[in-house]
């Protein structure tokens, strides 16, 4: 994955020495900062102290909506033993959204696990990882709110916390508005996405100033092969007749993603299908979303296939109960979905009407896929004993949990070379999991030799290959790729299946199983 840590190797000696206050990247603390002197960052007061205030102190600092999941089964941040000296793992979440609660199960699996088989280092040093809301109560916080919680919680990690990495479990505008945060504030901390796939994000100016280190990392691919793939459906789609979509309709969030994947999928159609394109705002209610489906629908002619881009699957319900209730589903033949809408929950609930049954039935939609390694039945194994979880109804599960070995791997991999350091070492260990002899499969069975390999004083990297995919990081930008699935319900209506696989190194993929919509 990336980059370089010398830059601050001359800094942090020299103020080692000189028992300068104001260093960041601090492990062994115990000669900083002690209680009660200044500071502007967790990491340069004493272990077990905090900084409030500007001022080292031994009381535990709290943040609205955030909370310790793991390791301790308690949720109160004054009640955590913090004695114990713990890496901080931040995660950016809306903790009451049903379908990202999955994904920060999967988190707290590996996270889990790990603290089970020996923690980070000789001192076994657990993590303790905190998830801070951003969802507000029902879950769907977004625009304004959404921006000024994940302002705060990073902010909190970082400086009050001492995280050095945060995982930003949810969509591509958090991800962007917490990498702005860190950038603004000049935060040395790595952040880590597992759900956020915009282009946008892809060559992102993600390093602090004077460094060479860049923050960045997914484990899931961008949305170039999405787009491409989204395309070949539409384009290769037939009705039972065997004719094809004539035009196609994309209703798309106006957002960090869902922008650049509406102009993907226009792109790669290049002019074989009429496109109409109408976009909602972010924070849109349901009666500003019929508006922009009434204008979609009223175009002349009215397109026959539809594409939703940046709706969950709660959102996918109402969408279609629209459609009916508006009678524009009655020459509607084709209906695509991106991935946020692969949520079993609340896309497969039993409540839903016949009719948006039916609807949701005869629905293909697309979304990063897995590995086929042991690993990740292992994983959705595990998730499913330890919290009832299903991995194979949501997307972005593996993807989460490898974000957070990932997370852990790189804290093992800087805390054995650098007595001092922060998110910059953390996201050059990063770039220590693409390479190497032996392939490891991401999991707790794996941890002791991930660990030694990336103690080791040389070559200090390993080669992993995750429960979402081989995870070859590109170096320059921190970037994966990995195969794409088209899905769409079983005929239960109880789960979903993978009717196509299409790996990214491939132009085209084979859709017949998955182009004929009953």
Not at 90 to 106: F, M, T
Not at 464 to 476: A, Q, V, Y
């Amino acid at each position: 994955m990336k980059r370089l840590f010398l830059r601050r190797a001359a800094t942090l000696t020299l103020g080692f020495l000189s028992g300068c206050n104001a260093i960041l990247g601090i492990e062994h603390r115990e000669f900083i900062a002690p209680a009660n002197e200044g500071c502007t960052n967790s990491l340069e007061c004493d272990l077990g102290t905090f900084c409030t205030q500007g001022a080292c102190s031994s009381d535990v600092p709290v943040f609205a909506g955030c909370q310790v999941l793991e390791p301790a089964d308690t949720t109160d941040l004054l009640a955590y033993n913090w004695n114990e000296k713990p890496h901080v793992l931040g995660a950016l979440v809306r903790i009451n959204n049903l379908g990202e609660k999955p994904r920060l199960d999967a988190m707290r699996l590996a996270i889990r696990e790990i603290n089970a088989n020996g923690a980070v280092g000789p001192a076994h040093t657990p993590i303790a990882m905190v998830a801070c809301d951003y969802g507000g109560k029902d879950g769907t916080a977004s625009g304004t709110e959404a921006k000024v919680a994940i302002d705060g919680a990073i902010s909190y990690l970082s400086e009050n916390l001492g995280a050095r990495v945060v995982v930003a479990g949810s969509s591509s505008s958090a991800t962007k508005t917490a990498l702005d945060r860190i950038l603004s504030r000049k935060l040395p901390v790595a952040l880590l996405s597992s759900f956020s796939t915009s282009t946008s994000l892809t060559d992102y100016a993600d390093k602090l100033p004077g460094s060479d280190v860049g923050l960045l990392w997914r484990t899931a691919p961008d949305d170039t092969q999405q787009a491409k793939v989204l395309a070949q459906l539409a384009m290769q789609a037939k009705d039972l007749q065997g004719d094809g979509p004539t035009k196609l309709g994309i209703l798309y969030i106006d957002d960090t993603y869902g922008g650049p994947l509406n102009l993907g999928v226009a792109t790669a159609l290049g002019g074989k299908l009429p496109v109409k394109s109408i976009s909602f705002p972010e924070d849109a209610d349901q009666k500003v979303f019929e508006e922009k489906l009434d204008l979609l629908f009223k175009e002349q002619p009215p397109p026959d296939a539809l594409l939703f881009v940046g709706i969950d699957g709660a959102m996918v319900v109402d969408a279609y109960q629209a459609l009916l209730d508006k009678k524009y589903d009655t020459n509607l033949k084709f209906l695509f979905l991106a991935d946020a809408a692969k949520e079993a929950q609340t896309l497969l609930a039993s409540t839903i009407s016949q009719p948006v049954k039916e609807m949701i039935n005869r629905s293909f939609g697309t979304a990063p896929y897995r590995s086929l390694t042991p690993n990740y039945g292992a994983m959705a194994d595990a998730l499913l004993n330890d919290f009832g979880t299903i991995a194979d109804d949501f997307s972005f599960l593996a993807q989460s949990y490898d974000a957070a070995y990932i997370a852990s791997y790189g804290l093992v991999w800087a805390s054995a070379r650098y007595p001092m350091f922060d998110g910059e070492a953390v996201a050059t260990g990063f770039k220590k999991l693409s390479s190497g002899d032996a392939t490891l499969l991401v999991g707790p069975s794996t941890w002791t030799a991930a660990t030694k390999g990336l103690t080791a004083t040389s070559p200090g990297e390993i080669n992993i290959s995750g429960t979402s995919g081989e995870l070859d990081f590109d170096p320059t930008n921190g970037q994966t790729s990995g195969p794409m699935e088209i899905w769409r319900p079983n005929a239960l209506g109880t789960g979903f299946d993978t009717c196509a696989v299409c790996e990214p190194d491939k132009t085209d993929c084979d859709l017949t199983a998955c182009i004929t919509t009953p």
